[in-house]
């Protein structure tokens, strides 16, 4: 008897497939009434101008609440992959499995939201396995632009699924192992059933590049600046910080670190033996008394985060840092998309104070990609060899090139599946055999909520057309015994109408509103709110071409 009857083996991407970020993905195992699973990932993306007051979003994980989950294995430490733990496990509670630089940042995380003494976190060592029912996961050593990055080769009882996480080719990485490419081949020569796979540079050609070749760039430039220097880079990317310090301290500058992340990440780092024969750093503190051609200022808020080191310096709300005529600003980090507005006005307001700009545009080769490029892809595809090609971690443009580019390499089979998609990958050719719930949550004012949630869309309808408030009482008849006071936020007024003008005007629609309600319909004040709400936006129309939110308060005597 075929013990492996009715069992099948699937792929789920509830995150990261469409969007570059927010990854959370599951792989199942037996029976479709009776699968075990196992989770990789469980990441955040970030809020942006259509979801105001939401900074982090998580992919939302209602169909795998109450199915037996063996482990959540993690890949890496970035904040789309490991973000949207504090906020998930509660929902998909399983153990977690790690290696040690990640699973230091993940204890950070669970003691933050204050599940650390609830959830049991599993270190695993480097190249380390682990035994999950169906599933044997064995770590393997890959290179990208954080420490001890890890793709997973997960062996099942019908088939191998090499899970690459994020990756790059980097033979000269600074910080951490080469790729192990004694593994992946031999994982080929033993046979992949499917290769789960980075897309997001998959329209780039050529390599990423070398952190080497970064940390000598960062070093030739460095060198030859004078006054204070800030280096704004992924506080993540320890390789490049390491870069960082060491260029500084060859310049004869010591170092102080700027915004909590790099003060995270540095004793994770150091946790785990890394950054161990550097100077100390200085506090903000103590390095504003030092000479400017002495120090170095490693930050954080490349992107132009708003409250990050790097825009409180440039806006002089900083209270150790200050920078000016003379002075150098370097961006070692790329452009995430989305970003480029925030970035270029962090960079302009420090230009404004003098401060030279210095980016991988004018300065090449100061920043690499940690992503794969396509001669990367095509060489771990001739590695790996799997059998069936799943592109993921991309837009859907970037997972649709990765497909062709996999059937150029002679891979037999690809598919191509969207967030809740689940994929069949054996037994039998590899399909998409059902859509599960799927979608977002939003964390807003510390609470996850819907997607669609009403206070989103109400946010978005202020933000975009105003809010006017209408307060007036009545007495037992329905007549108005106060004034009516309108008032207004986010609508305009000018010299030929000042808003007080308005506003009084409004005040008066809403009196022949009022007054012409008659009987039954005065003493509900559902229908007094509405016949109001309905006059103030058609009124507001004429006025502005804009349909603010109306809230009525009505006081009854």
Same mark, same amino acid.
């Given at each position: 008897?075929?013990?492996?009857?009715?069992?099948?083996?699937?792929?789920?991407?509830?995150?990261?497939?469409?969007?570059? !970020?927010?990854?959370?993905?599951?792989?199942?195992?037996?029976?479709?009434?009776?699968?075990?699973?196992?989770?990789?990932?469980?990441?955040?993306?970030?809020?942006?101008?259509?979801?105001?007051?939401?900074?982090?979003?998580?992919?939302?994980?209602?169909?795998?609440?109450?199915?037996?989950?063996?482990?959540?294995?993690?890949?890496?430490?970035?904040?789309?992959?490991?973000?949207?733990?504090?906020?998930?496990?509660?929902?998909?509670?399983?153990?977690?499995?790690?290696?040690?630089?990640?699973?230091?940042?993940?204890?950070?995380?669970?003691?933050?939201?204050?599940?650390?003494?609830?959830?049991?976190?599993?270190?695993?060592?480097?190249?380390?396995?682990?035994?999950?029912?169906?599933?044997?996961?064995?770590?393997?050593?890959?290179?990208?632009?954080?420490?001890?990055?890890?793709?997973?080769?997960?062996?099942?009882?019908?088939?191998?699924?090499?899970?690459?996480?994020?990756?790059?080719?980097?033979? %000269?990485?600074?910080?951490?192992?080469?790729?192990?490419?004694?593994?992946?081949?031999?994982?080929?020569?033993?046979?992949?059933?499917?290769?789960?796979?980075?897309?997001?540079?998959?329209?780039?050609?050529?390599?990423?590049?070398?952190?080497?070749?970064?940390?000598?760039?960062?070093?030739?430039?460095?060198?030859?600046?004078?006054?204070?220097?800030?280096?704004?880079?992924?506080?993540?990317?320890?390789?490049?910080?390491?870069?960082?310090?060491?260029?500084?301290?060859?310049?004869?500058?010591?170092?102080?670190?700027?915004?909590?992340?790099?003060?995270?990440?540095?004793?994770?780092?150091?946790?785990?033996?890394?950054?161990?024969?550097?100077?100390?750093?200085?506090?903000?503190?103590?390095?504003?008394?030092?000479?400017?051609?002495?120090?170095?200022?490693?930050?954080?808020?490349?992107?132009?985060?708003?409250?990050?080191?790097?825009?409180?310096?440039?806006?002089?709300?900083?209270?150790?840092?200050?920078?000016?005529? !003379?002075?150098?600003?370097?961006?070692?980090?790329?452009?995430?998309?989305?970003?480029?507005?925030?970035?270029?006005?962090?960079?302009?307001?420090?230009?404004?104070?003098?401060?030279?700009?210095?980016?991988?545009?004018?300065?090449? !080769?100061?920043?690499?990609?940690?992503?794969?490029?396509?001669?990367?892809?095509?060489?771990?595809?001739?590695?790996?060899?799997?059998?069936?090609?799943?592109?993921?971690?991309?837009?859907?443009?970037?997972?649709?090139?990765?497909?062709?580019?996999?059937?150029?390499?002679?891979?037999?089979?690809?598919?191509?599946?969207?967030?809740?998609?689940?994929?069949?990958?054996?037994?039998?050719?590899?399909?998409?055999?059902?859509?599960?719930?799927?979608?977002?949550?939003?964390? %807003?004012?510390?609470?996850?909520?819907?997607?669609?949630?009403?206070?989103?869309?109400?946010?978005?309808?202020?933000?975009?057309?105003?809010?006017?408030?209408?307060?007036?009482?009545?007495?037992?008849?329905?007549?108005?015994?106060?004034?009516?006071?309108?008032?207004?936020?986010?609508?305009?007024?000018?010299?030929?109408?000042?808003?007080?003008?308005?506003?009084?005007?409004?005040?008066?629609?809403?009196?022949?509103?009022?007054?012409?309600?008659?009987?039954?319909?005065?003493?509900?004040?559902?229908?007094?709110?509405?016949?109001?709400?309905?006059?103030?936006?058609?009124?507001?129309?004429?006025?502005?071409?804009?349909?603010?939110?109306?809230?009525?308060?009505?006081?009854?005597?």
């Amino acid at each position: 008897m075929n013990k492996n009857k009715d069992n099948e083996l699937v792929f789920l991407p509830l995150g990261g497939s469409n969007e570059i !970020g927010m990854n959370l993905n599951a792989y199942g195992y037996g029976p479709a009434d009776d699968r075990e699973w196992i989770v990789v990932d469980v990441g955040v993306t970030f809020g942006d101008p259509s979801t105001p007051g939401v900074d982090v979003i998580v992919p939302d994980p209602v169909y795998l609440e109450g199915e037996n989950i063996r482990g959540i294995v993690l890949t890496h430490a970035h904040e789309d992959h490991i973000g949207a733990l504090g906020w998930l496990w509660p929902r998909i509670k399983a153990p977690l499995y790690a290696t040690p630089f990640t699973a230091y940042l993940i204890r950070e995380k669970l003691r933050d939201a204050g599940l650390l003494d609830q959830v049991t976190l599993h270190e695993v060592p480097l190249g380390g396995t682990i035994d999950l029912g169906p599933f044997q996961v064995e770590m393997v050593t890959i290179t990208h632009s954080i420490a001890e990055p890890n793709g997973l080769a997960i062996k099942t009882p019908l088939g191998t699924v090499l899970h690459t996480g994020d990756w790059k080719i980097d033979n %000269d990485p600074v910080v951490g192992e080469r790729t192990d490419i004694e593994t992946i081949q031999r994982l080929g020569d033993e046979g992949v059933l499917a290769m789960v796979c980075d897309s997001t540079n998959v329209f780039v050609d050529g390599v990423a590049g070398s952190e080497g070749e970064v940390r000598e760039a960062l070093a030739e430039l460095i060198s030859g600046l004078k006054g204070r220097i800030a280096v704004g880079c992924f506080a993540s990317n320890v390789a490049r910080m390491d870069s960082v310090i060491r260029a500084a301290e060859a310049a004869g500058r010591r170092v102080a670190l700027a915004g909590r992340s790099m003060h995270r990440i540095t004793a994770a780092a150091k946790s785990v033996g890394m950054l161990s024969d550097i100077k100390p750093f200085l506090s903000e503190d103590e390095a504003r008394h030092w000479p400017g051609e002495q120090i170095l200022y490693l930050c954080t808020g490349s992107q132009g985060e708003a409250r990050a080191a790097l825009s409180r310096v440039a806006d002089g709300s900083h209270p150790f840092i200050k920078l000016g005529r !003379g002075d150098h600003c370097i961006f070692s980090s790329r452009v995430i998309p989305g970003n480029e507005l925030s970035i270029g006005r962090l960079q302009d307001t420090l230009s404004e104070r003098g401060v030279r700009i210095h980016t991988e545009k004018d300065t090449p !080769g100061i920043h690499v990609s940690g992503h794969p490029c396509r001669d990367e892809l095509r060489q771990m595809y001739q590695w790996a060899r799997p059998r069936i090609a799943v592109p993921t971690h991309g837009m859907r443009r970037h997972i649709a090139e990765h497909a062709l580019l996999a059937k150029d390499m002679q891979v037999p089979e690809t598919v191509t599946p969207r967030n809740g998609d689940m994929v069949r990958l054996a037994p039998g050719p590899a399909a998409i055999i059902d859509e599960v719930p799927s979608g977002r949550l939003f964390v %807003d004012g510390g609470m996850l909520v819907e997607e669609a949630g009403t206070a989103l869309r109400e946010r978005r309808h202020a933000a975009s057309n105003g809010v006017l408030v209408v307060s007036f009482a009545l007495d037992k008849r329905g007549k108005i015994v106060s004034d009516i006071d309108v008032r207004a936020i986010g609508l305009p007024g000018d010299e030929d109408q000042p808003l007080g003008d308005i506003l009084d005007d409004l005040a008066e629609r809403v009196e022949q509103t009022v007054r012409g309600l008659k009987g039954a319909a005065l003493e509900d004040e559902l229908v007094v709110e509405q016949a109001v709400a309905r006059t103030l936006k058609k009124a507001s129309q004429g006025v502005w071409s804009r349909r603010p939110i109306v809230e009525t308060v009505v006081l009854r005597l």
